[in-house]
């Protein structure tokens, strides 16, 4: 929830509507680039994409693995 922050309610999915959108504190979102300050785009792309709140915008198994992310050379360490 820190890093996706409270869900927005028209991205709440209708699926769980017993679980109570108000139920949840207020969290401020933290950029995952905070967190992790030398990730790369395409990685905060899919990250996100794959934390999606509603499953049915969510990317799915087969998108992620079609991500550039994974096209992208290795980075030095």
């Not at 950029?31 to 915008?57: G, H, V, W, Y």
Request: proline share 8%.
């Amino acid at each position: 929830m820190r890093l996706l922050g409270k869900p927005a309610k028209h991205e709440w999915p209708e699926e769980t509507v017993a679980i109570k959108w108000n139920s949840f504190d207020v969290i401020n979102q933290v950029r995952i680039d905070q967190i992790c300050p030398n990730i790369c785009e395409n990685a905060i792309d899919l990250i996100m994409s794959m934390l999606t709140f509603n499953p049915n915008k969510r990317i799915t198994a087969l998108e992620a693995l079609n991500h550039p992310y994974f096209k992208e050379e290795p980075m030095n360490t």
